[in-house]
């Protein structure tokens, strides 16, 4: 990677969080990012949770990539969630490379990045760094929180940790446990990232030799499960790129190969190998219903958070069965609960995009539980 | 790959074979296997068409990896192929590397084998390949051919090509073009390939440092594929692997971890990297309806051949709309044309396994075609 992060926020966690490995860590550094503002009653603030490769440029420029915030789409003034009205936060996951503690920081003791020492971390371990972060911008309680695919996995998991720190919830596109194709898929991208001798077992900072292509296959892995057979179809079918015919060679003759390894070069631009790693496991990890004795439904037992649940129909990667779990599960809690399956054909990838009728569910959910909210705080 | 070609038939084809790129190869090796008698009338004779990563040892004892030929469920004595009954004929295909002329056979010209200088082929040159064989062996008609997931590709390619020279067709699990998705799917394991350092644009076999790690991840991500999310998740779910709880560390922790990697580490003992890349090229290639003006019912305008197609309800690599498809376009055809679609978790894969309907619906088939075709020929 050859970027710097210098124009983000970033706090100092002071206090000592003892990891799920049995570590316990301090004086590390959480970034993250605000926009709009916060009002007097403290009653409009979000916490949005991001994705695997997510960061906490949700929206406006991402000065990494020069590109728009990864939920520009959702974020913004007059947008969903807006910030016009309320308060958003997010911070970069621990384990993250994006100016959070993570495998690429420096350990000051040996003036090294931490590399493979770097504890193995968990959902867990992310919810509650972002807990400090919250209690260090002085917000006792939440509006709402938001999150997608690994987002779900730390709101489902910060709602069952704090009940009583968020009003409501929307978890898209997500599950409250990996399944064995899950984690294939995870375990994949790991082995492609392992496996190439660049890598070394992690220590690859000093040299600036980073396993690029281990992680663009990786990137492309993930890529190709973001998307939907029928998406997929719709966007490239079999249309070749700039030739008229086949050039029976193994360049990109199909449209599809040239973006997937586009896709797959842009990405080791900004992103952290490692963190890859360390990230992927904390989702394998993750199974909320592990952690209570009678399972998923004891996670939210007697919660009074409002949960709108969504999912996408074309989404392979995290079904819409993986959300009607929760919805069960919130059910069986006598939590209230609204679920949404949003019709689309562009599979996991939908919940970053321009879907109207998944814009317009989340904005009525907000601005109406805004409305409860305010009368209550 | 430590193993060496011997126990194996072989021809020379030394008919000129002109291939789809241009090129035209002679006196190159078409390495096959037989099971059971042919007949006097000789019209018990079936070829069947091998997927990626099969080869000519359909069953009995596979001399390469010391185990079972890969579709022993189906073909052997009593069983649904009969070889007490029928003559069963598979070769290797062309760009293979279990005898066939492939990218690992030697150049002689060069003493030193082709790699990279391989011509670029085609489902098309290879079902021509194979029909050099049969007129080696001298069957001018076949009773039957079968052929799942790429075999289905030759299989169809061989009636749209020779509609007088099989009696009956079973297209297993198949499709007559790939579609975006399934070309990325390909596409992710010649990057994983290519992008190993030892891969050495396909000169690998001297040094004999062979490209294992992209490989492994190649089949890796192959083998997810031909597996069902149910199905994986019966087979591993979540449970670890010898442990009683989460290790945190980047081993293999999950069951399912473990068993992506041992794929990967035996197929890397058996399979030629260049060759992968040949074969899954000819896979995405393969359009059969390009090949005909007004589309894919114009492949089997007024054809006899008796067609059996099946697909597994849980197979998302070549679904059940793939075979569909073919179906719409035989019955557009007004070819005879039957459809079976076996309900089971076991996604792609399934018709290498114990599927007592699937091999039940085949048996059926045969054998009601084997008595019609006698009273012909």
Known sequence: ????????????????????????????????????????????????????????????NNPITNKDGWWATAVGSG?????????????????????????????????????????????????????ALLEHLEIDKLLSVFGGSMG???????????????????????TASHNAQQIALNELARQAIMSDPLWNKGNYYQNNKIPKNGLAVA????????MSDK???????RKLQEKKDYEFTFDADFQIESYLRHQGKVFVERFDANSYLYISRAMDYFDLSKQF??????????????????????????????SKEIVIALNASGVNVAFAEIKTDRGHDSFLLDEPEFLKTIKGFLDTNFEIFKNEK
């Open 152 to 174: 779900g996995m730390q709101l489902l998991q910060f709602c069952a940790l704090y009940p009583e720190k968020t009003f409501s919830a929307v978890p898209i596109a997500s």
């Open 231 to 237: 998406g997929l179809q719709e966007k490239f079918g």
């Open 1 to 60: 990677m050859n970027y710097k992060i210098e124009n983000t926020k970033k706090i100092i966690i002071n206090k000592p969080l003892k990891l799920d490995c049995g570590q316990t860590i301090e004086d590390f550094p959480i970034a993250y990012e605000t926009y709009g503002k916060l009002n007097e009653k403290k009653n409009n603030a979000i916490l949005i949770f991001h994705a695997l490769t997510g960061d906490q440029f949700v929206t406006g």
């Open 219 to 226: 990137r492309m892995a993930a890529h190709i499960t973001y």
């Open 79 to 131: 947008k969903a969630i807006d910030t016009d009205k309320y308060f958003i936060i997010c911070a970069n996951v621990l384990g993250g490379c994006m100016g959070s503690f993570g495998p690429k920081s420096i350990n000051e003791k040996k003036k090294e990045p931490y590399g493979l020492s770097f504890p193995v971390i968990t959902i867990r371990d992310m919810v509650r760094a972002q807990d």
């Open 293 to 322: 004795k009678s399972g998923l439904s004891e996670a939210f037992q007697n919660h009074k958070t409002k949960f709108l649940i969504v999912s996408f129909s074309s989404d392979w990667l995290y079904p819409t069965k993986n």
